[in-house]
């Protein structure tokens, strides 16, 4: 078992911290593992590995655990190797992917705010705070972004709705999602983006959950609505099929519920007939 504690700060480092290694959109495994763990500070020692960036993250099962931005995808590390970021997603256990998605967030972040949007001049890290500070500015401080997306599973009474994104793999069906627009409330995002997408009225909004998904920094926010009223029309610009299923002809592949929200979504729904 796992157990994180997110913390922005420390004064000084522990000698048996953690480490998970990321290089551009990916992030240090191991092919004779099962699962993508940290790795210890005596293995970081020996994999030579070129460190450009470590951000401190927090506590995993009490020790204090870091993300570093290497400078190259080579670890002398026996068995090692850099995997993509989504695929690696199966790999994940359940109590890691809160922190790996922690560390994915914060190095693209970093990334993207090297220089500041007000005068040009370079960004550094502030001593204390979750927030790069301009060199010449000093109040101006830019903290990592969040962008809220409301993710939905609609009913009509035992069938459920499913659609299949133009970018999905063939056969791969998902419940509807979308981000939410400036000035929006949550509900009125929601019902917008099912309207936008498969032509139906929702109603009966109920919150299931959330979930943080790091691609590239968006916090789901998880809903049941129920169905009211229009004929499944998808819009031909991302959603290209949508259908109601039921429990005995659920597509053959659907997200998992063991690291999606919209697994568990699909799962727990059916759980109830």
């Given at each position: 078992?796992?157990?994180f504690e997110p913390a922005n700060y420390i004064e000084v480092e522990s000698k048996d911290s953690e480490f998970f290694v990321i290089f551009e959109q990916s992030i240090l495994s191991f092919t004779n593992e099962n699962?993508?763990?940290?790795?210890?500070?005596?293995?970081?020692?020996?994999?030579y590995i070129e460190e450009k960036e470590?951000?401190?993250?927090g506590y995993l099962n009490n020790k204090q655990c870091f993300v570093i931005l290497a400078e190259k995808n080579q670890c002398e590390?026996?068995?090692?190797?850099?995997?993509?970021?989504?695929?690696?997603?199966?790999?994940?256990?359940?109590?890691l992917f809160d922190v790996i998605a922690r560390s994915i967030q914060i190095i693209n972040w970093s990334k993207d705010h090297q220089f500041c949007?007000?005068?040009?001049?370079?960004?550094?890290?502030h001593i204390k705070e979750r927030a790069m500070e301009c060199s010449k500015c000093r109040n101006?401080?830019?903290?990592?972004?969040?962008?809220?997306?409301?993710i939905t599973l609609i009913y009509k009474e035992n069938e459920f709705l499913l659609a299949h994104n133009k970018n999905f793999p063939p056969d791969f069906y998902s419940t509807l999602?979308?981000?939410?627009?400036?000035?929006?409330?949550?509900?009125?995002?929601?019902?917008?983006?099912?309207?936008?997408?498969?032509?139906?009225?929702?109603?009966?909004?109920?919150?299931?959950?959330?979930?943080?998904?790091p691609f590239p920094?968006?916090?789901?926010?998880?809903?049941?609505?129920?169905?009211?009223?229009?004929?499944?029309?998808?819009?031909?610009?991302?959603?290209?099929?949508a259908q109601w299923f039921n429990k005995d002809n659920i597509p053959k592949n659907v997200p998992p519920s063991n690291i999606s929200i919209s697994g568990k979504l699909i799962e727990n729904f059916i759980n109830k007939f």
């Amino acid at each position: 078992m796992f157990n994180f504690e997110p913390a922005n700060y420390i004064e000084v480092e522990s000698k048996d911290s953690e480490f998970f290694v990321i290089f551009e959109q990916s992030i240090l495994s191991f092919t004779n593992e099962n699962f993508i763990r940290p790795i210890t500070q005596d293995e970081l020692n020996w994999s030579y590995i070129e460190e450009k960036e470590r951000h401190f993250l927090g506590y995993l099962n009490n020790k204090q655990c870091f993300v570093i931005l290497a400078e190259k995808n080579q670890c002398e590390l026996e068995h090692s190797i850099f995997i993509d970021m989504r695929s690696a997603l199966g790999r994940m256990p359940d109590q890691l992917f809160d922190v790996i998605a922690r560390s994915i967030q914060i190095i693209n972040w970093s990334k993207d705010h090297q220089f500041c949007g007000t005068c040009g001049s370079k960004m550094e890290q502030h001593i204390k705070e979750r927030a790069m500070e301009c060199s010449k500015c000093r109040n101006q401080l830019v903290y990592p972004r969040i962008s809220p997306c409301v993710i939905t599973l609609i009913y009509k009474e035992n069938e459920f709705l499913l659609a299949h994104n133009k970018n999905f793999p063939p056969d791969f069906y998902s419940t509807l999602a979308g981000f939410i627009e400036p000035g929006e409330s949550v509900e009125n995002a929601l019902k917008r983006e099912v309207l936008e997408e498969v032509n139906i009225k929702i109603k009966n909004l109920e919150y299931f959950s959330s979930q943080t998904w790091p691609f590239p920094s968006q916090l789901m926010l998880g809903f049941y609505a129920e169905y009211d009223s229009g004929e499944i029309k998808p819009d031909g610009e991302e959603i290209d099929d949508a259908q109601w299923f039921n429990k005995d002809n659920i597509p053959k592949n659907v997200p998992p519920s063991n690291i999606s929200i919209s697994g568990k979504l699909i799962e727990n729904f059916i759980n109830k007939f």
